[in-house]
């Protein structure tokens, strides 16, 4: 099964915010639904049954006390000349304890085996792009500031991804709650 570790955006209100920039940004480009926006902390990939149960235990092993994550601003991966992603950014001030969850993840699940592919970068990735679509910088310009919101973070996820013509299916396959502060 192929699998990552989330953390999910649920606020409703961001969400409409997210969705409302989805439209208008119109770009050729495939946006994310609403559905599933969210962190990836870790892309574990394809794994079998008992290293999900291994992955699970180490996961239990994971505390954090809930926190607030402000997310604001727009990018492009790699770059904004020949961007493949368009994502929406995170404040300062939650930020740094989003990365220290996920470099908990990768400690914890480092000892399993996995390995992280790339230095974590919040971000939540709002649009894929298949075509090239040339230097969307100055586009990009006006939305550099804009606020989407704060989301309480309250728990991380370890989902399932089932791939599909219609898009990628997400499901929970366990739930860890952050400690009240």
């Known amino acids: 099964m192929r699998t990552f570790v989330a953390v999910e955006i649920s606020d409703t209100s961001i969400l409409e915010k997210i969705q409302k920039f989805q439209e208008e940004f119109d770009i050729d480009a495939k946006p994310i639904k609403i559905n599933q926006i969210h962190f990836t902390l870790q892309f574990l990939g394809e794994i079998n049954e008992e290293q999900c149960e291994m992955v699970k235990d180490q996961l239990r092993k994971i505390t954090f006390s809930r926190f607030n994550l402000s997310l604001k601003g727009i990018g492009g991966f790699p770059n904004l000349k020949n961007p493949r992603v368009i994502w929406i950014g995170t404040g300062e001030d939650g930020a740094g304890k989003l990365a220290e969850i996920a470099d908990e993840i990768g400690i914890k699940l480092g000892s399993l085996g996995f390995q992280k592919d790339k230095k974590f970068k919040p971000h939540l990735t709002v649009f894929r792009i298949k075509h090239r679509i040339g230097d969307i910088s ?12 704060t989301q309480a973070i309250t728990k991380i996820k370890l989902k399932r991804s089932i791939l599909s013509p219609k898009g990628p299916e997400y499901s929970d396959l366990l739930e860890v709650n952050g400690n009240e502060k």
């Open 138 to 149: 100055l586009r990009m310009k006006e939305y550099e500031t804009v606020e989407f919101g």
